[in-house]
């Protein structure tokens, strides 16, 4: 496996791969990676003759500077793990080569970046899709994998693929969860012992939830899913929402909905977790 810190140089590997006529995924992570980012990585080894995975914690996504501070780094154990699994490439920029010039770039991604996460968290999807898109400029690839952890996120990318023609495949992949149902996430390192034992109930919350909804309207199952949450004491809940999967709008009717997704946010000690499931 090969790694790169410069863009000219990594555009240089992708320039050579092309003309042999390889296709290119790209995997795009934060780092401090877990089974979660690996499945991605497996998915795309399979689909492509070369990985190119990136680790860069993206400044410009973070609307809270401690939480910026407190991200987990880990890029030795992050390379290991990459060659390990299969993966061609990895991208580890700084900031600087990243970001030579101050960025001003907006993107308006309408209804979906103003709801759940794009409310909690002003400029963050906009931090988001521009690393996505320099990325995407950068390596060029045939495919790129996200997973469903961050749907939301997810659909951001896709309107901005659809957006801007951009001409590459996204490619979800499902949630991985470890057997007692809490999603993977880089964030979970930094749970206690007491906590990691009390975020199961994250997901157990939602399955219950969603049991429910033949017999329950989606403001019902919203009620119902708040005050399960608020049964634990440890959970302070920042949002749960019931949504349509494709617009991520607010759910009155289980109607004229293809799919629909139960979505949370809360903290849990010092950490911030995410986590969604389908409804059906």
């Not at 050579?16 to 080894?45: D, Q, Y």
């Not at 299969?86 to 101050?102: D, I, L, R, T």
């Not at 896709?158 to 590459?168: A, S």
């Not at 399960?228 to 949002?239: L, R």
């Amino acid at each position: 496996m090969q790694v790169f810190n410069r863009i000219t140089d990594l555009r240089k590997y992708i320039d050579n791969e092309r003309k042999a006529g390889h296709t290119v995924g790209l995997v795009p992570t934060m780092g401090a990676l877990h089974e979660g980012h690996l499945s991605l990585i497996g998915k795309a080894v399979n689909d492509n003759d070369v990985v190119v995975a990136s680790v860069f914690v993206n400044p410009i996504q973070f609307n809270n500077p401690s939480d910026l501070d407190k991200y987990p780094r880990t890029p030795e154990k992050d390379a290991a793990l990459l060659e390990k699994n299969g993966c061609s490439a990895v991208f580890m920029p700084s900031v600087e080569e990243m970001y030579p010039e101050k960025v001003n770039d907006h993107y308006d991604f309408g209804q979906i970046e103003h709801v759940m996460e794009g409310a909690c968290r002003p400029g963050h999807f906009n931090g988001v899709a521009i690393v996505v898109r320099k990325l995407f400029d950068i390596v060029r690839p045939d495919k790129a994998y996200f997973g469903e952890k961050d749907f939301q996120q997810l659909a951001i990318i896709k309107k901005m693929v659809r957006d801007y023609n951009i001409p590459l495949e996204i490619v979800p992949c499902p949630i991985v969860r470890d057997s007692d149902g809490l999603a993977k996430s880089s964030r979970n390192m930094r749970l206690n012992t007491a906590e990691r034992a009390i975020a199961p109930k994250i997901f157990a919350v939602l399955s219950d939830s969603v049991k429910h909804y033949k017999t329950m309207t989606p403001a019902e199952m919203h009620d119902y899913a708040i005050r399960k949450y608020g049964e634990i004491k440890d959970f302070n809940v920042e949002y749960v929402e019931i949504a349509d999967e494709t617009t991520l709008c607010h759910l009155d009717s289980w109607e004229n909905c293809e799919h629909a997704r139960i979505f949370v946010a809360l903290q849990l000690g010092p950490v911030r977790l995410i986590d969604n499931l389908r409804i059906f």
